[in-house]
């Protein structure tokens, strides 16, 4: 068989980050290939510059031996390659029919649309009814809209990015068999993906990639999950600088059968989440984003009251009810995700945003008045402290470059003297020397007692400051793994969905 | 072709002329507003002598010009709370009513009291009024997540309206000629005036206390910066764990207060009884002095005296260049426009590609 496409030398390069770098391969006419790899490997970006949606820096893309630039998604079209986004792009008051139409290029009346469109159904097993509103779809059904819409587009590759991800496993399997079927019948699948045994089960070749890179080309058959996700994850031996000193006899923080029930579909529900966090013990919490990450964030720091089942006690006492306030006022602290507008305002100076999160505390006010000189001289503590590179406290929060604020944050948590303190994405999208300074800091604190969770996609951060380590996969948490005697293939499985 | 406007976020978004905006928007009313003037077949410098500058050449004038900016200011500095916090309450209008009735039916209650006490109850049962008429919409949106724009706007008809019953029915002057109107306040629920013979009157001192009280609260206290940062992102706000609820409540009060405020010194200063048109619009109007001011304190003083100067202007140009007073109107209107194109401008950069 011979290779379709052909990628050479793709380059890509977005401030601070090298998504594609130097990206080789090729994928075989007629089959199902796969692109594994962790979030940030490149494999979104890659698809993308195909699509005609990126535009490389460099590289170039051969189909069928012949060179093209594309452009643009019309341009890949018309070259015959058609994707599947992970988010629907489908107008939900309208017919499944009406929605085709609007996606077809040329001009087709819609009788027949409906026919063609009965014909792909039938044939491949598509279960809709053309006249019924997108909004009465399930997200499976929808999801086959979307792909009988690139299929009426007459498609010779057909791209599909996480397809998985809003599925049911019976709706899983019978896309799988539906992807087959359109193989065997000319197309050239590439299925993107982080889930091991799917891709095992479905895919002949598997393309792996790590921080940009092109780590191996393998084909299906020859591999187990186990396999893939030590490759995908690489030779991870990172070397801990942690100094074991958790005080296994003092239990901070305990979550049992943590569950929840959320009817929205945007939310991954937790499934019986139990966890033990000791005194002085940093708990790093591993997964792809998407897995529930921000559903246990939510309930940690309780800003909206998102219902649960199971117990959160923190130092013996109950905290399932209390508010942020309160949780705050035990010394738990918090570090979101999202810095600017949810930990800091950037419209605010530096000693306002000292005051955001420090309202609880009496020190900073004189009744109701705020005590300017002590959140001054605080914010002049954390920006010495910390190294935050600023003028003054009065500098607006969202002057500051991203790992100066995010040390000005995680200084100002720090500096509270919490018991708890939980971070979610702590080095996310900084500069490695605020990484690496934030990284030692957090290890110093845990030194002195403080027990600490990070939520992180970062697995090389989480091995470098974790002294233990659990993986979130569909809502579910897996065991928690020693780091310093941590098996690096069975994190592999647990990344991938495959718990003991 | 097809040509596509891009709108985007400007990063060095500028301070400096999110205050000299209102500035420009002046300029600009004028400048498009000579333009009204020259369809009317009207010497604009001739016009604008008459809208902005004989109205307040003697003290009269000048006397006239507090009377107006009072209650637009004292209004507008309630309006600010909500508006920092990101609350549209549009009803100041129907609150300023509430007001005018709670405050002006102790007034009408002790009808032949002579008591200096009078006074002091009649401006609480006006603050008291507004407030209670404020919480309605706070309710509303705190339980069910109703849209506060539309249940304020729709409950200053409903406040009218139960003014309009109180004075063709039971509050109606028997010796009023059947005329919609109360009896007259007796002397002792009157407000002072400042001079003998003009119309200025004591709230000019309440609009200049709110003033300063709102620029302490704003600055300096905890109830400030949880309004502040509220309105900046409600995110920030619940992970300071701050209770928007609460906030809702504590905003929609003020301004309802402030608005009842401004409500019972109309009844009670220059009006001095009740009757159905209590009010030129000084509810809505406000909305425009408090965005004109920039939400604050100092600004909103400034702005309520321009504002209060259109609605001079236009009584002038009635009488004087026989044009509809609605000219007014227009004025206001174009302000805000222009303010509100220039914060666009300020905030978003427009190319066309």
Known sequence: MQPIIEFQNICKEYPGVVANNNVSFKILRQSIHAILGEN??????????????????????????????????TMAQSLGINMVFQHFSLFESLTVAENLILGMSEKISLSKLKSKSETICNKYGFNLNLN?????????????????????????????????????????NKLFKIIKKLVADGLTVIFISHKLDEIINLSDHVTIMRNGKVISNLTTKNEDPESLGYKMLGYKVTKTKQINNVDYSENVLTLSNLSSYSQDPFTTNLNKINFNLNKGQILGIA????????????IL???????????????????????????????????????????????????????????????????????????????????????????????????????????????????????????????????????????????????????????????????EVCHNISVLYEGSLSKSLNVESIDITKLGKYMGGLFD | MVYLINIKLREDYSNLIFYLSPLVAVFLTLFFGSFIFLILDLSPIESFKIFFISPISNSYGISELFVKATPLAIIALGLSYCFKNNIYNIGAEGQLTMGAIFGGGIGLLFNDSTSI???????????????????????????????????????????????????????????????????????????PVLFDGLRIHIGVYFAIM??????????????????????????????????????????????GACAGLAGLFEVS??????????????????????????????????SSLLIALTYLGAEDAQLFLKIPSAVGFVFQGLVLFFLLGTDFLNKYKVSIS
């Not at chain 1, 809209?145 to 996480?162: A, G, W």
């Not at chain 2, 609260?217 to 509220?230: D, H, I, P, W």
């Not at chain 2, 009884?273 to 400034?302: E, K, W």
């Open chain 1, 40 to 73: 940030g490997a490149g494999k979104s970006t890659l698809v993308k510059i195909l699509y005609g949606h990126v535009k490389p820096d460099n590289g170039q893309i051969i189909i069928n031996s012949d060179l093209v630039t594309i452009n643009s998604p």
């Open chain 1, 132 to 172: 019924s509103p997108i909004s009465s779809l399930s997200v499976g059904q929808r999801q086959s809209v979307e792909i009988v819409r690139s299929l009426l587009n007459n498609p010779k590759i057909l791209i599909m990015d996480e397809p998985t991800s809003v599925l049911t496993p019976e709706e899983i």
């Open chain 1, 287 to 298: 997964g792809v984003a998407g897995n529930g990450q921000k559903e246990l964030m939510e």
């Open chain 1, 301 to 463: 720091l309780n800003e909206n009251d998102f219902e649960f089942n199971g117990d959160i006690i923190f130092k013996n006492i109950n905290i399932n009810k209390l508010s942020t306030f309160q949780r705050k006022s035990l010394s738990i602290s918090y570090v979101t995700e999202q810095r600017l507008g949810h930990s800091a305002v950037p419209e605010m100076s530096l000693s306002e945003n000292i005051l955001l999160s420090m309202n609880h505390k009496n020190y900073f006010k004189k009744g109701d008045f705020i005590n300017f000189d002590r959140i001054n001289s605080y914010a002049n503590d954390v920006i010495k402290n910390f190294n935050v590179d600023t003028p003054s406290f009065n500098v607006k929060a969202g002057k500051l470059s991203g790992g100066n604020l995010q040390k000005f944050i995680i200084g100002r948590e720090i500096m509270s003297d919490p018991e708890l303190l939980i971070l979610s994405q702590p080095t996310w999208g900084i500069d490695a020397g605020s990484e690496a300074f934030i990284k030692k800091s957090l290890i110093e604190l845990s030194q002195k007692g403080v027990s600490i969770i990070i939520i992180s996609h970062d697995l090389d951060e989480l091995l």
């Open chain 2, 117 to 191: 006490f009078l006074l002091p109850l009649m401006i609480l049962f006006g603050a008291i009024g507004g407030a209670f008429w404020a919480t309605i919409p706070a309710l509303l949106k705190t339980k069910f997540n109703t849209n506060e724009i539309l249940t304020s706007l729709m409950l200053t008809y409903v406040a009218l309206f139960i003014l309009d019953y109180f004075v063709v029915g039971p509050w109606k002057d028997p010796a009023g000629y059947g005329l919609p109107k109360s009896m007259p306040f007796p002397d002792a629920g009157r407000l």
């Open chain 2, 210 to 255: 709110i003033c300063l009280i709102s620029y302490i609260v704003y600055n300096k206290t905890l109830f400030g910066f949880k309004l502040r940062v509220s309105g900046f992102s409600s995110k920030a706000s619940q992970y300071a764990g701050f209770k928007y609820k609460n906030l809702i409540f504590y905003t929609f009060i003020i301004s």
């Open chain 2, 269 to 302: 200063g220059p009006i001095g009884l009740l009757y159905r048109d209590i009010s030129p619009n000084y509810g809505f109007t406000a909305i425009i002095v408090a965005f004109l001011g920039r939400l604050n304190p100092l600004g909103i003083i400034l």
